[in-house]
């Protein structure tokens, strides 16, 4: 996973609520086996309308996507966020985020941020305004600013996605430090739960 | 004595490998279901960083989501399905995962090959690298659904790191009036606590309605978990639990059947134990459920008509309301059963389970599909498909005009050719609504199976509870 410290720029202002990740990446794009390519397909059904915010050539490049509420939910697939983060975007900021989506998320490096209701409207008009005007998300400080105004707003962020973000740290060889613990784990394990290895039996074929 | 726990903090409990402060918990993962969608690119990574798979044995991979569910014999005409299903078979071969391929009579949607061969059982953490994972919750196990960079963690480490949740419980009390399933149960959950009140929580379903709910629908009331914004639900296992678990092939047997059941006994929650939220619904008041809009709260009561926009509670739900019934093609005041439909969907990890197509099948014996209407039954496995036929429920089907198809995803999500054409309307058993889900353009209204075969016989939204 990449460092994260900071992303500054401009946004996108995507104003709607509930948007899930079908509408982010629809389904027939899933069936790639590749992870990269996917930020050509984002909102591949909404982009169809020349008004939607996407295409707008001024918010063009913006490194920040403003959201509205339940951003990401539905599917897991995290095509989604490979999708938004082959845009170019770092960093997202909504009232609230779909669980697994924002998982997702903070295992490949792209930040969502927290904020109340107030502060998004806030920051989705100026952006429509101002569409130049740029925010800054300090991953370290835990801060959204926009610089020349005063205003700044602190969000929550889980600790260990902080440590990883600052560090660019990969998950999976964190966990693997744990070798021993798991396999100590393993070693009490109720012995009545199941295994698939009947799986592999041989069964009538049909079709 | 230790404090009350619910039984959600129970299985959480038992499956801690590492608890640090200021760190996720590590979490053990019992069963790790794989499909050929958002594993690719996970073996992939696996192969780049010369990992294995750490635990193959508590691992199961199937083809389900983008599977024609045609004929079987004729090759693939999707090059690019072709080539999953293919990367699926290549990994499961190399790093000696089992697969159960098309060809396979237990193969079809994962939610419900698990689960109907006894391999979902109490107390276990399930993993999948799809959102309706939340299905095997109703055996009393801890499921959700994760994305890909988390279905490699599982395969590399058969673990997880896991923020604790929140705990909501979610009673449903009273008795069900008849023709009222649990699809409306759950479509009422949703609309009570909207699609992101279960955010960070995973949900105990309680009451007696749920305590009366068999083992197909209280897979059907979790599987839904996630279109209210939690990642899991679960129901406490009971007796319900354990007789339709016994005898089947991966369940415990003889003494360890004994054995097994004492301990699954002790998951339930215990009296006292406090949960962050608590949502009760009376079971009396729940109607047959039909939705309007592109999400899955957007639903009524089919006695009902469309609600106005300018009702909804908030700025940003009466913008969402208007954009949903601009999409849909609907009138605000329109009665639901004024509302006619092109096709019906039969099918699906929510409502493709032997009990859904047996209640669908006495709606439709002896009938015939409107005119106009295009209806389909896609089973949810190979088992479900021949039970189904030993029980002749695929003739009764046919010869009211159902198409009876091979199992798979198909068109709840539309990866394969199962998809609607732009502006079709669909009566579907499956579990979203969204824009475009069953094919770009297509409005989809989710119902219970009955409701559906009851639609696909008049051509428009009927009352069950009147036939």
């Known amino acids: ?207 | 004595m230790s404090e009350p726990r619910t039984i959600i903090e129970k299985i959480w409990d038992e499956h801690v490998v590492r608890r640090e402060p200021g760190e996720p918990d590590l979490l053990y993962i019992d069963l790790h279901l794989v499909h050929e969608v958002t594993s690719p690119q996970a073996f992939e990574s696996l192969r780049m960083t010369g990992r294995r798979v750490r635990r193959p044995d508590l691992t199961l991979a199937t083809v389900d989501h983008n599977v024609p569910t045609t004929d079987r014999s004729i090759p693939n005409p999707d090059p690019l399905s072709a080539q999953q299903i293919e990367t699926m078979r290549a990994n499961c071969k190399e790093f000696e995962v089992p697969l159960w391929d098309i060809f396979d009579i237990r193969q079809g949607i994962v939610h419900i090959i698990s689960p109907e061969r006894g391999l979902t059982q109490p107390g276990m953490t399930i993993v999948c690298g799809d959102s309706h994972t939340s299905t095997h919750g109703a055996f009393g196990a801890l499921a959700f659904g994760i994305g890909t960079s988390e279905v490699e963690h599982v395969l590399a480490t058969q673990t997880l790191p896991q923020g604790r949740p929140r705990t909501m419980a979610v009673e449903v009390i009273g008795t069900l009036q008849t023709g009222v399933t649990a699809k409306d149960v759950v479509l009422a959950v949703i609309r009570t606590i909207g699609v992101d009140g279960g955010i960070g929580h995973v949900i105990e379903y309680r009451g007696d309605v749920i305590r009366s709910l068999s083992m197909e629908g209280r897979m059907t009331v979790c599987n839904m978990t996630i279109e209210g914004g939690a990642r899991a639900g679960l129901v406490a296992p009971d007796e319900t639990t354990f007789a339709y678990l016994k005898g089947r092939e991966f369940a415990p047997a003889g003494e360890d059947w004994e054995r097994a059941v004492e301990r699954w006994k002790a998951l339930v929650t215990d009296e006292g134990a406090r949960f962050h939220r608590t949502v009760t619904l009376r079971g009396e008041e729940i109607e047959p459920h039909v939705t309007w809009g592109t999400t899955p709260a957007q639903s009524v009561g089919v006695t009902a008509v469309v609600p106005k926009p300018e009702e909804a509670p908030t700025a940003s739900a009466r913008e969402t309301a208007q954009r949903s019934l601009k999409y849909m093609d609907l009138k605000a005041g329109t009665r639901i059963q004024d509302i006619r439909i092109d096709r019906v969907f039969l099918g699906s990890c929510t409502n493709g389970r032997i009990e859904d197509l047996r209640a669908a099948s006495k709606i439709v014996q002896g009938k015939r599909v409107a005119a106009g209407v295009k209806a389909m039954v896609v089973p949810g496995s190979g088992l479900v498909k021949q039970q189904a036929e030993a029980e002749g429920l695929d003739a009764i089907f046919r010869e009211a005009g159902f198409e009876w198809r091979e199992p798979g995803c198909s068109m709840c999500l539309g990866m394969n050719p199962d998809i609607l054409l732009p502006g079709e309307r669909c009566a579907s058993t499956s579990n979203r609504n969204f824009e475009g889900r069953q094919g770009a353009g297509g409005r989809t209204h989710l119902v219970s199976p009955e409701m559906a075969a009851a639609a696909a016989i008049a051509g428009h939204f009927v009352d069950v509870r009147k036939l």
């Not at chain 1, 992303?7 to 629809?26: F, H």
């Not at chain 1, 591949?44 to 913006?62: E, M």
């Not at chain 1, 600013?145 to 740290?169: A, Q, S």
């Open chain 1, 1 to 207: 996973m990449k460092k994260v410290s900071q992303v500054a720029g401009k946004a996108i202002p995507l104003n709607r609520a509930d948007v899930d990740t079908d509408q982010i990446i629809p389904k027939q794009f899933l069936k790639r086996i590749e992870r990269s390519g996917f930020g050509e397909f984002a909102f591949f059904d909404w982009k169809k309308d020349p008004s939607f915010v996407t295409n707008d050539p001024r918010h063009a490049g913006a490194p920040i996507l403003l959201a509205q509420q339940n951003f990401g939910c539905g599917s897991s697939r995290e095509h989604a966020v490979w999708a938004i983060e082959d845009m170019g975007v770092a960093a997202i900021i909504a009232p609230s985020f779909g669980d697994i989506f924002r998982t997702n998320c903070s295992k490949v490096g792209l930040v969502t941020v927290q904020l109340p209701q107030q502060d998004v409207d806030f920051l989705m008009s100026r952006s429509e305004e101002l569409p130049d005007a740029p925010i800054v998300v300090d991953v370290a400080k835990q801060t959204v600013t926009v610089p020349g105004t005063g205003w700044e707003r602190r969000f929550e962020v889980d600790p260990f996605v902080k440590h990883r973000l600052l560090n660019g740290l990969d998950d999976i060889g964190l966990t693997l430090q744990h070798v021993d613990a798991i396999a100590a784990f393993e070693a009490k394990r109720d012995p009545l739960k199941p295994t698939t290895e009947g799986a592999f039996k041989e069964t009538a074929k049909f079709g």
